[in-house]
């Protein structure tokens, strides 16, 4: 699945899972970002239905969308090498990111998205070393207020504060659970 927008009118896309292999590159193939803005992703793996449905979306609800979500204007892709986008990159607005990875930090800003870049590490991941911000993470409304939701402690995570402060400055809200540690759980979807 991906998540195709972000706050403005999302949707979510089910790819054919016949499609998926086990192993990478075939098991990132629908693993990209998709704002109202950017869509981000490794574009040499990117199913092709995945980036129809997006120009789709995108090019369908234009008028709809907010201006800072760049209104009229065409879908940017932005290519990473980073195949696992979602996952190591979480989208707060149509235009900006937390991310670990600075590769894709340095692609978004060149683009002009606003960028917080974070600590590696702090996220559990079963199976391995660690996890990462967008797998921790989604987003929800809750009484009609823009929500992002973290699985487990985030205030375990050293930078926390920066974190916190970043979301909330663009006027969206924070949840987290504090009994459970910070855990990659290939991100939280909804639409």
């Known amino acids: 699945m991906c998540r195709l927008g972000l706050w403005d009118f999302p949707e979510l896309f089910f790819g054919d899972a016949d499609k998926l292999s086990e192993n990478y590159?075939?098991?990132?193939?629908?693993?990209?970002?998709?704002?109202?803005?950017?869509?981000?992703?490794?574009?040499?793996?990117?199913?092709?239905?995945?980036?129809?449905?997006?120009?789709?979306?995108?090019?369908?609800?234009?008028?709809?969308?907010?201006?800072?979500?760049?209104e009229g204007q065409p879908l940017e892709t932005i290519h990473v090498a980073q195949g696992y986008t979602r996952c190591t990159c979480l989208p707060v607005t149509d235009?900006?990111?937390?991310?670990?990875?600075?590769?894709?930090?340095?692609?978004l800003i060149s683009a002009g998205a606003d960028v917080l870049t974070i600590k590696s590490g702090y996220i559990e991941l079963p199976g391995f070393d660690y996890g990462f911000i967008g797998g921790c993470a989604g987003h929800l409304f809750i009484n009609e207020k823009p929500v992002v939701i973290f699985n487990g402690n985030l205030p375990s995570h050293p930078d926390f504060p920066q974190i916190s402060s970043f979301i909330q400055e663009r006027g969206i809200e924070?949840?987290?659970?504090?009994?459970?540690?910070?855990?990659?759980?290939?991100?939280?979807?909804a639409d």
């Open 174 to 189: 924070i949840l987290f659970f504090e009994d459970y540690p910070l855990t990659d759980i290939g991100s939280i979807l």
């Open 95 to 107: 235009d900006s990111f937390i991310t670990s990875d600075m590769g894709i930090a340095g692609k």
């Open 25 to 70: 590159p075939g098991n990132i193939i629908y693993n990209a970002v998709c704002t109202g803005k950017y869509f981000i992703h490794n574009l040499k793996y990117t199913d092709r239905s995945l980036m129809q449905a997006a120009r789709d979306r995108h090019r369908k609800n234009k008028d709809e969308l907010s201006i800072s979500a760049g």
